[in-house]
């Protein structure tokens, strides 16, 4: 028999209090699917504009009914933001978007030929009294890194935060800011080696010094929430469609789990969003997922589809929340390529109450 040791004292370790506590957890995490939710898109998605190409869009509440925009154009040499109503058709308030972020920080890697820097999947949230963005870049290497800018209003200019940025020998993609009700700030994060791998991750960090003098600090280290096996599981779920990557086997080439976004909800305590499959073809699918805790717990055997491509909306996916405390009451950003469209343009999509899986 097993034994521990206590004051000295050898005592046999009680199996039956260890079997107790194994059915109890159990117990807990059956409940914990059981008791989750889901939540759906309602109505018909809104188009934000017709006159530009622009995906991976992000964007925060302004006041008023309205919010700013952020999204990655087709050359990915700029982050054009412009003012929406999300509620209305086509509703863009400003004239035509600008360049939130005009000088990318020096690491980023230059095009060759016009000089002009990669940046995309812009995320944006309001921290500590000023606007701070976190984009993907590409870096002298070649790896896709994170890198951070800060701003005194949602519209810019952003001011790159010109210090080593988040990399690894897998590229880092798509990060999204998350706000929890605790105050602590969450980026999550796609982590890709081509063609195949991928995986979810979630980091704290913390946003330190002062104006827009600052420095995003990592709290800990990133975790896994989510693989891309677990991923293409839950897409398996419900209402399959044949766009959706159910195929058995080995995961296909150039198919990945991206684009997170992560909201609190009262059912689940949160909910993760992501994008698998391929956003060059209609393999493009949303996935909402839910987690008992920010950083894991993620119930990757429950889940739901709530956006993918279809007769209407062809490779569509990069969605993520306006807003952190809720999906209720919430809305939903994502880009699609409208059917014979050269480009994809950003809608916007409001969001029921959770529905009990």
Known sequence: MASIRTGGITRPRKRGRSLLRTAALALLALLAVSASACFYPSGSPIKMHDNYEMRDPSAVPLGGGLAQLYTTNSGFFWVPTYVVDPNAWGAYASPKPHDALPKPPSW??????????????????????????????????????????????????????????????????????????????????????????????????????????????????????????????????????????????????????????????????????????????????????????????????????????????????????LKDNSPAGNRIFFHARPPGSLWAVTYSQALTHLKSG
């Open 108 to 321: 980023v890697k230059p095009n060759v030929g016009d000089g002009r820097k990669f940046v995309w999947a812009p995320t944006v949230r309001k921290v500590n009294g000023v606007y701070l963005m976190m984009f993907t870049a590409s870096r002298r290497q070649g790896r896709a890194c994170i890198g951070a800018a800060v701003s005194n209003t949602a519209a810019g200019p952003f001011t790159a935060i010109d210090d080593d940025p988040w990399c690894e020998t897998a590229g880092l993609l798509d990060p999204q800011l998350f706000v929890n009700a605790d105050g602590r700030i969450w980026v999550y994060y796609s982590r890709q080696i081509a063609p195949t791998f991928s995986e979810i991750r979630a980091q704290q960090i913390t946003l330190g010094g002062s104006g827009l003098n600052r420095t995003v600090n990592r709290v800990g280290s990133a975790k896994r929430i989510l693989t891309m096996d677990q991923a293409r599981a839950v897409c398996r779920l419900r209402y399959p469609v044949t766009s959706c990557t159910t195929n058995p086997g080995p995961t296909p080439a150039n198919h990945f789990v991206e684009n997170p976004a992560m909201v609190r909800d009262s059912y689940n305590g949160y909910s993760l969003m992501v994008s698998l499959g391929n956003w060059k073809d209609n393999s493009y699918t949303t996935l909402e997922i839910p987690c008992t805790q920010p950083d894991g717990g993620c119930l990757n055997n429950f889940g739901a589809q709530i956006k993918y491509s279809d007769s209407q909306y062809n490779q569509a996916g990069g969605a993520s929340f």
